[in-house]
Nanobody, 125 residues
């Protein structure tokens, strides 16, 4: 079993930045990709960004390109989400996920096998 633990959430003013981290409890588990999703109250879970673990290729929700950056540190077994120019509508619980099988479409939450508990991001206007 793999546990994913997120950190870095909090309260930030609009226009500010946050960096989220997600560390896997087990260093050696095969994963093809990791991703960030978010869910605001009363809304469906939304894809934010994903990264293929071996190649480092990254993918983003179209609406978030240019403000959010996903990256990974293999040595630290950690994936990051750098969020800049935050807006009130970015407020949500952000969760990381790991995909242990290859999927061409990384935006579908159903393709992920492990999930973190989530970290709250609040953006004040």
């Amino acid at each position: 079993q793999v546990q994913l633990v997120e950190s870095g959430g909090g309260l930030v003013q609009a226009g500010g930045s946050l960096r989220l981290s997600c560390t896997a409890s087990r260093r050696t588990f095969d994963r093809y990709a990791m991703a960030w999703f978010r869910q605001a109250p009363g809304k469906e879970r939304e894809f934010v960004a994903a990264i293929r673990w071996s190649s480092g290729n990254s993918y983003y929700a179209e609406s978030l390109k240019g403000r959010f950056t996903i990256s990974r540190d293999n040595a630290k077994n950690t994936v990051y989400l750098q969020m800049n120019s935050l807006k009130p509508e970015d407020a949500a619980v952000y969760s990381c996920a790991a995909d242990v099988d290859y999927h061409s479409d990384l935006s579908q939450g159903a393709n992920y096998d492990y999930w973190g508990q989530g970290t709250q991001v609040t953006v004040s206007s």
